[in-house]
């Protein structure tokens, strides 16, 4: 393992199907242990933002013939849950943490504004976003890709239910092999399961890189930005 972190200033996007809890919501002791591995990434030095989903609590396609509007800002607001969640747990691990959303929610969160977002990473803040992108017919990748490069991160870390990018659904096909790396040209090219499109070429037109791991083992996050192979590297 290299002395100094890979990566300076990452963005860390959390999936909210891996926060869930079997019978339940959240999963809080799991959040626990993902909030004790961002600190031991903050203490070494790495400016760390998250932005997380909500599909413990929400996906539009639940809403069945409700308006994708609608279905969309329900989601919008699952994913403030969730971040207030993630900033009370980094709160007690010992960082100082904010939330910022994409729409005004005066007394629950603060509304995201990119030099104050630069800012509080700047000073050592944990940065969470909510609320996605504040609007409809966009996921949550997209938002990531957006605020990562609001933010100039070097990364993006997309820490999921998979362990990275294959060439199948390894899911259904047992003889599936994962990607160490990939381009983006050749995710948009093979149609590879791992950003939607919109968020793919965002990040292939900024240049970002990221990074698509298993969050079962929270400790994860720690070795992708000490430069470990523990999943698939997407770049330009």
């Known amino acids: 393992m290299q002395t100094q972190p890979k990566y300076k200033r990452i963005l860390l996007k959390l999936s909210g199907e891996a926060l869930q809890a079997e019978n339940g919501i959240l999963n809080f002791d799991f959040i626990a242990q993902i909030a004790d591995v961002v ?14 989903g909500a599909g413990n609590i929400w996906r539009g396609r639940q809403g069945g013939n409700m308006d994708r509007c609608r279905a969309d800002h329900m989601g919008m607001l699952a994913t403030t849950i969730n971040a207030i969640a993630l900033q009370d747990s980094f709160i007690q691990a010992g960082l100082s943490c904010r939330v910022l959303t994409a729409v005004t929610m005066e ?3 603060e509304r995201f504004d990119e030099e104050a977002a630069n800012k ?3 000073n050592g803040d944990v940065v969470v976003f909510g609320a996605g992108l504040g609007v409809p017919y966009f996921s949550t990748d997209t938002a990531a890709a ?10 993006v870390l997309m820490a999921k ?3 990275g990018i294959y060439n199948a659904d390894p899911g259904k096909n047992p003889n ?3 990607y160490d790396e990939v381009t983006y040209t050749e995710v948009l090219e093979k149609q590879l399961k791992a950003l939607d ?3 793919t070429v965002l990040c292939m037109e900024n240049n970002i890189n990221c990074y698509a791991f298993a969050l079962k083992d929270p400790y994860n996050i720690f070795r992708v930005i000490n430069g470990e192979n523990v999943g698939t590297e997407i770049h330009a």
């Open 161 to 163: 239910n998979v362990d």
């Open 176 to 178: 599936a092999v994962r």
């Open 146 to 155: 957006v605020r990562a490069a609001q933010i100039h991160a070097d990364a």
């Open 107 to 109: 007394g629950f969160t």
């Open 197 to 199: 499109l919109t968020a």
């Open 120 to 122: 509080a990473l700047d």
């Open 39 to 52: 600190k031991k990434c903050h203490d070494v030095g790495v400016q760390i933002a998250v932005l997380v």
